[in-house]
């Protein structure tokens, strides 16, 4: 079992559970998915990119990736509808948590003048989104691998209520937010 889930049943529900006085331990807030998605603009004039970023999330998040394409055409950037920009994986179970344990011990601490993840990324129903600028934070991806350095978007999403049950949710699996 991964080591995320195991902390979560073993400390986190019950700790969740006491603080915001919840009765049944199937309303504590808890992990539904996580969503990683990389957009490739640069695609349009190179497709290896597109094929790179692809091979880099499948390699990262340990399944294969979902090509993302335009939904609507933009003549200022040279953009069709159904054109590929992106591609993007939805992780469940155990595959998202042994991603965001990697993430919060291994990848973020790696980023250079990291001083922890902002408070405020929260929106109205308690998920959380950061982005990141390069794909070789994750120890997977080899330095001499990578041709065109990539950002990602790393969208989690939690069953709590509010931001508050949302931050406390994450603070205790070990997300390091900025105080």
């Known amino acids: 079992m991964a080591r995320l889930l195991e902390l979560y049943k073993e400390k986190v529900l019950p700790e969740l559970k ?10 504590v807030p808890k992990l539904m ?26 390699i990262i998040a340990g399944q294969k990736p979902v090509v993302t394409k335009a939904k609507k055409s933009v003549a200022g950037f040279k953009l069709r509808k159904d054109n590929p ?3 993007k994986v939805t992780l469940r179970g155990r ?3 042994e ?3 990697r993430l919060f011990s291994i990848a973020l601490p790696r980023v250079r003048d990291f001083r922890g993840l902002s408070p405020n990324s929260f929106d109205e129903r308690g998920n959380y989104t950061l982005g ?10 080899s330095i001499e691998d ?19 049950e949302s931050k406390e949710l994450l603070r205790l699996l070990g997300a390091p937010f900025r105080e």
């Open 146 to 164: 990578v041709e065109f350095t990539q950002g990602m978007d790393i969208t989690i999403v939690t069953t709590a209520k509010n931001k508050g």
């Open 18 to 27: 006491e603080r915001f006085g919840y009765k049944n331990p199937m309303a």
């Open 132 to 141: 990141i600028n390069e794909q070789v934070i994750f120890p997977e991806i």
């Open 85 to 87: 920009i992106g591609c």
């Open 33 to 58: 998915k996580v969503v990683v998605n990389m957009g490739v603009g640069k695609a349009l004039e190179n497709r290896k990119r597109l094929e790179d970023a692809q091979r880099h999330l499948s």
């Open 99 to 101: 991603f965001l344990d």
């Open 95 to 97: 595959r998202m948590y």
